[in-house]
């Protein structure tokens, strides 16, 4: 973000020489307990018997559920959820064709709803909802309630809320109205360089058949072919469940990167600098990005996002993978590294033992 300063967060242990693949979860998994392990041990423990409610704030696909499904997997979260607003609302879409479901929700509806709309209106809201309308922030308090109200009682990470300046009010005291009156809350602020955002978008590919998510530029599969028409590589799916060795293809306006979404990241970064003048409740600040001038002193090398390219042998046919560190320019236009996402992960996990006070 432009003009806010985040701190880098050191995530480089002093006599720690080895390196992790930090895309292997065997791996990622050691990673965790060499740099992080006494503080994930104090988290379990505090897990057992106690839980917390915490608020996501980032611009879109900043990787908000990236990090707390990295924290769930390092702490072994079977007592924390993460809850997204926008899985929500679409489940709640998707429940209207089930008359059992849409009679659940709306009898917890009317005992929990408190605002302006009439049943009906709430419906009809819900099935007109598209990506430009936001629902009534009363409403969306009442579906995390109803949420929250099938599952065990965990600790908790709030994705996507407040996503609007008036729903800011709600959020202070949304672990009063959501009946984790006890819990400590804390808000987690992520910082991306726009130009990450871009590129993750614009590089971003899916198998047409299992849907596969990768990335040519930044998480190719193991498998390349090359198109002799375009002058193109690309990715094969090598998903075994899927079998079809697909070739990998992008969604229609990808190419164009965060342009199609400026609105909605110009607003989640409005609310994030409203939220940083908050006092009262504790921070947490991620950062993914390190200036490369200071890098080593802060990171690990194998700690950086790659990026790929590809070179293919003219007689042979043969196709050679080039890996090397990926250099952006953060948002103050200064080059740096981009992070892979467990180094947040594991600033993620030592702050919250600190605000937790563990």
């Known amino acids: 973000m432009q003009g806010v300063d985040f701190p880098i967060f050191k995530t480089k242990t002093e006599g720690l020489t080895k390196s992790f693949n930090l895309n292997n979860p065997s791996e990622r998994k050691e990673y965790f307990k060499a740099k992080a392990g006494e503080e994930i041990a104090k988290l379990r423990d505090y897990l057992k018997t106690k839980t917390f409610v915490a608020f ?50 709306a009898d917890f509806l009317r ?104 990335n040519i530029r930044l998480a190719p599969t193991s498998k390349i072919g090359y198109d002799k028409t375009n002058k193109e590589f690309y990715l094969i799916c090598d998903d075994p469940t899927c079998g079809t060795a697909s070739r990998m293809v992008k969604k229609e306006g990808d190419e164009l990167g965060v342009e199609p979404i400026r609105e909605r990241l110009e607003a989640d970064e409005q609310i994030m600098r409203q939220l940083l003048k908050l006092t009262g409740i504790p921070k947490i600040y991620l950062r993914n990005s390190v200036p490369v001038d200071v890098a080593w002193d802060y990171i690990d090398k194998y700690e950086v996002t790659p990026e790929y390219s590809y070179e293919r042998d003219a007689v042979t046919g043969e196709i050679k993978i080039i890996e090397k560190p990926w250099i952006i320019k953060d948002d103050e236009g200064i080059d740096s590294y981009s992070l892979l996402p467990a180094a947040p992960a594991v600033a993620l996990i030592k702050q919250i033992v600190t605000v937790l006070k563990l």
């Open 56 to 105: 996501l704030l980032g611009r879109k696909n900043s990787g908000k559920g990236t990090y707390s499904k990295l924290f769930m997997e390092a702490v072994d979260g079977s007592n924390v959820d993460h809850v997204s607003v926008g899985d929500i609302t679409r489940d709640v879409f998707a429940s209207l064709s089930d008359e059992i479901k849409k009679n659940e929700l």
């Open 111 to 214: 005992k929990n709803y408190r605002g302006f709309h009439s049943m009906e209106e709430i419906f009809e809201l819900i099935r007109n909802m598209n990506q430009s309308t936001l629902w009534p922030s009363e409403l969306i308090v009442a579906l995390i309630k109803f949420e929250i109200s099938k599952r065990p009682r965990k600790a908790l990470f709030i994705d996507g809320f407040p996503r609007a300046l008036d729903q800011i009010g709600y959020s202070l005291y949304l672990k009063e109205l959501i009946g984790y009156r006890d819990d400590p809350d804390f808000m987690i602020f992520i910082s991306v360089p726009e130009m990450v955002i871009d590129q993750r978008i614009k590089s971003r590919v899916v198998c047409p058949h299992c849907k596969l998510p990768r």
